[in-house]
């Protein structure tokens, strides 16, 4: 995982996951099928998913198999922690199902508003998928072809 310090978030996701994780995939697709990542590189290099938020510290790792619950409520291990967005750990929760997922995020709302989440919580998914599609293939390539096709433009 690089953990090169960025000055956006579109820099942080283009240059620290999405180009690493496709590096990692090559032969998964055709020239025509990396122009849409190519287009999503482009978009998130030209700032159009940055907001003015500072970057968050994050689990980095945040799927519902590293949420265990006890009796006094949520417990988290195998931290990948790092600074990043904070709509990370929700969108992996999201990604894999998480229990009690819509607690989670209204509780995480109450403190801290998420408009518009819905909207780039995939966005905040690819990374992770394109990982799977490295070390599980499978579909996890063509969920990613379509993650970002939906953010390319």
Known sequence: MDLTPRASFGEYWAKGRILPALAKVEGSYSARQLRVFDALIDRLLAGDFDT?????????????????????GAVLIDPA????????????LALFGASHFGEILRGYESVHP???FEERCELHQLYAVLMHAVLFGGGYADRALEIAGKYAG
């Open 81 to 92: 922690a790092h600074g990043g967005h904070r709509e990370e750990d929700l969108a992996l």
């Open 52 to 72: 003015q938020e500072a970057p968050a510290r994050v689990h980095g790792d945040l799927w519902w198999g590293n949420v265990m619950w006890d009796a006094g």
């Open 114 to 116: 998420l408009p518009g």
